[in-house]
T-cell receptor, first 110, second 110 residues
């Protein structure tokens, strides 16, 4: 079955620095979604990428879908304390369910 | 519009007992999915219901079951609880591919 892998599992970032988290699938994805879960909270939808090579930006967050539609990345610039949380990527294997990666948990040093 | 509502918020049970969790989706959403979240394991897909029919099922034992009612509200049941069932159980409703999560039910099995 499809597996969505995320790296790194943990990301410790100095406030103001940039970082990138990566998502890789064993199969081609029709689309990929990203969610953010704040500590003690529930996952909240951030964005969906559909097209090969697609790049979308949300303020300091840049999302990219690979050309082969098997990988994706989330790049955050000038990290702030509000970026703390766990970021999940998720992709549908062609059915109706989403397969989630294990997430990248981000902590920020002020 | 009200969000996804899950009850109860917290639950403590002992091994061997059974438990029923409830989820009320966003009005108009006919798809309800259930996920189990444990530290470091990400979100593991349990099952998905659409119009009272189970449309997809994850790799969980038969002790985990669910159902959906005509008003789209859903319940999941876990019988013969084990210590390893301690987790945050998240329900998500959707109209399309984007998931809207509830705050979850934190289940502790003692």
């Amino acid at each position: 079955g499809q597996q969505v892998m995320q790296i790194p599992q943990y990301q410790h970032v100095q406030e103001g620095e940039d970082f990138t988290t990566y998502c890789n699938s064993s199969t081609t994805l029709s689309n990929i979604q990203w969610y953010k879960q704040r500590p003690g909270g529930h996952p909240v939808f951030l964005i969906q990428l559909v097209k090969s090579g697609e790049v979308k930006k949300q303020k300091r967050l840049t999302f990219q879908f690979g050309e082969a539609k098997k990988n994706s990345s989330l790049h955050i610039t000038a990290t702030q304390t509000t970026d703390v949380g766990t970021y999940f990527c998720a992709g549908p294997p062609g059915g109706y369910k989403l397969s989630f990666g294990a997430g990248t948990t981000v902590t920020v040093r002020a | 519009k009200a969000g996804v509502t899950q009850t109860p918020r917290y639950l403590i049970k002992t091994r061997g007992q059974q438990v029923t969790l409830s989820c009320s989706p966003i009005s108009g959403h006919r798809s309800v999915s259930w996920y189990q979240q444990t530290p470091g394991q990400g979100l593991q897909f349990l099952f998905e219901y659409f119009s009272e029919t189970q449309r997809n099922k994850g790799n969980f034992p038969g002790r985990f079951s669910g159902r959906q009612f005509s008003n789209s509200r859903s319940e999941m049941n876990v019988s013969t609880l084990e210590l390893g069932d301690s987790a945050l159980y998240l329900c998500a409703s959707s109209l399309g591919e984007k998931l809207f999560f509830g705050s979850g039910t934190q289940l502790s099995v003692l």
